[in-house]
């Protein structure tokens, strides 16, 4: 009975990973992952969220244009609240 217990309790704690290893089995999508691993672990001085495609770049772009569009009026917004107004 004992044995038969370890067993059950082994069986839900080894991951699928270990078990498939162990069976001599692995599955197709982890050469796929690997592959995308090895692309975005890549030492090309990039970060991360620039090595997916152009598409990152371009959003990244937008992203860095509309930041210093709203830094650039909240500058105006202070200035023209900050000088009185001559009329």
């Known amino acids: 009975?004992?044995?038969?217990?370890r067993a059950v309790v082994r069986s839900f704690t080894t991951s699928g990973a270990q078990?498939?290893?162990?069976?001599?089995?692995?599955?197709?999508?982890?050469?796929?992952?690997?592959?995308?691993?090895e692309h975005f672990q890549k030492k090309d001085?990039?970060?991360?969220?620039?090595k997916g495609s152009a598409v990152d770049q371009i959003l990244y772009r937008i992203t860095v244009a509309l930041s210093l569009v709203g830094i650039g009026g909240m500058g105006k917004l202070f200035y023209e609240l900050s000088v009185p107004k001559s009329e």
């Open 45 to 50: 001085g990039k970060p991360v969220f620039l």
């Open 1 to 5: 009975m004992l044995n038969l217990s």
């Open 19 to 37: 078990r498939a290893v162990v069976k001599g089995e692995v599955e197709k999508g982890y050469f796929e992952i690997k592959k995308v691993q």
